[in-house]
């Protein structure tokens, strides 16, 4: 096992992994994702990696990548671009860090993984808080609130299922 911390000029090499990964994780329910879904995530995830504060932590085993977490800075007075609702405006007035993604291979799931590419994602950050979107109907909602994660609020995707929008303090904020 090799944990890879990246940032956007170092996970070039990673990127079909974590592709591979993601079309394993979101084919399961609830999700139910496909090849089209599959293939925008490859398309998307370069340029993704350009965005400010972007940073990746990637567990594998071999060649193969079996947990990942990345996100970027969500910079102050922005929020989610389909939220329902709006945030504390303690939130919405500091810089977050934005859980995109966080994603465990089925077979290696209840092994720690995921906790340790989650909060090696979450350690050392500048921002104070992190967000994330999450399906209500997922296994991962029930694993984020037992972890400190909170509701603020909720966002509407015309192609899905309405999401919660979770945050939790990265550092004292005040």
């Known amino acids: ?8 000029t170092t996970i070039a090499p990673f990127i079909p992994g974590l592709v591979d990964l993601y079309a394993i994780v979101y ?3 609830p999700y139910e994702e496909g090849p089209e879904q599959v293939e925008e995530f490859r398309t998307k995830l370069p340029t993704e990696a350009t965005r400010a ?5 990637i567990q594998t085993e071999g060649a193969a990548v079996v947990a990942a977490a990345y996100g970027w ?3 102050a007075g922005t929020w989610w ?3 329902d609702t709006e945030p504390p405006v303690e939130l919405r007035n ?3 860090l934005a859980v995109m993604e966080w994603i ?4 290696r799931r209840g092994e720690g993984r995921g906790a340790l590419v989650l909060q090696e994602l979450l350690d050392d950050r500048q921002e104070p808080w992190a967000t994330l979107a999450s399906d209500p109907r997922s296994a991962a909602r029930a694993i984020y609130e037992r972890i400190g994660w909170e509701q603020v609020g909720t966002s509407t995707l015309p192609w ?3 999401m919660d929008l979770l945050a939790r303090p990265l550092r004292r904020t005040g």
């Open 1 to 8: 096992m090799t944990v890879h911390r990246l940032n956007g």
């Open 27 to 29: 084919a399961e329910p």
């Open 53 to 57: 504060g972007f940073a990746a932590v």
């Open 73 to 75: 800075t969500m910079p």
């Open 81 to 83: 671009s389909r939220a």
């Open 94 to 96: 500091a810089d977050k």
């Open 104 to 107: 465990v291979h089925p077979g």
């Open 160 to 162: 899905g299922p309405k």
